[in-house]
């Protein structure tokens, strides 16, 4: 397994933006695919975004347009840029790593959006 650390999270107004970093203890795009998940209070945890070795990215509906994942290969750390934030997306967001059947969280970070 790999370690995972997020960073970025905290509390915006409605329309701001922020950034969550996710810090990996190895090489991790070499044969992983890198995601970030949300869990916001009574829900199930869900896809916010991931990008493949490759580059390919995938997105939630309720954040395409807004969100942008991306990664920096020499420093072992994926982002996601959230833009045009909304109350909606106040939540728990977990980076997560997955290598064929192997698979690892970070312990998350809070990210609130006020009205």
């Known amino acids: 397994q790999v370690q995972l650390v997020e960073s970025g999270g905290g509390l915006v107004q409605a329309g701001g933006s922020l950034r969550l970093s996710c810090a990996a203890s190895?090489?991790?795009?070499?044969?992983?695919?890198m995601g970030w998940f949300r869990q916001a209070p009574g829900k199930q945890r869900e896809l916010v975004a991931t990008i493949t070795s490759g580059g390919s990215t995938n997105y939630a509906d309720s954040v395409k347009g807004r969100f942008t994942i991306s990664g920096d290969y020499a420093k072992n750390t994926v982002y996601l840029q959230m833009n045009s934030l909304k109350p909606e997306d106040t939540a728990v967001y977990y980076c997560?790593?997955?290598?064929?059947?192997?698979?690892?969280w970070g312990q998350g970070t809070q990210v609130t959006v006020s009205s």
């Open positions: 997560n790593s997955r290598s064929g059947v192997v698979v690892s």
């Open positions: 190895r090489s991790i795009f070499s044969d992983n695919i």
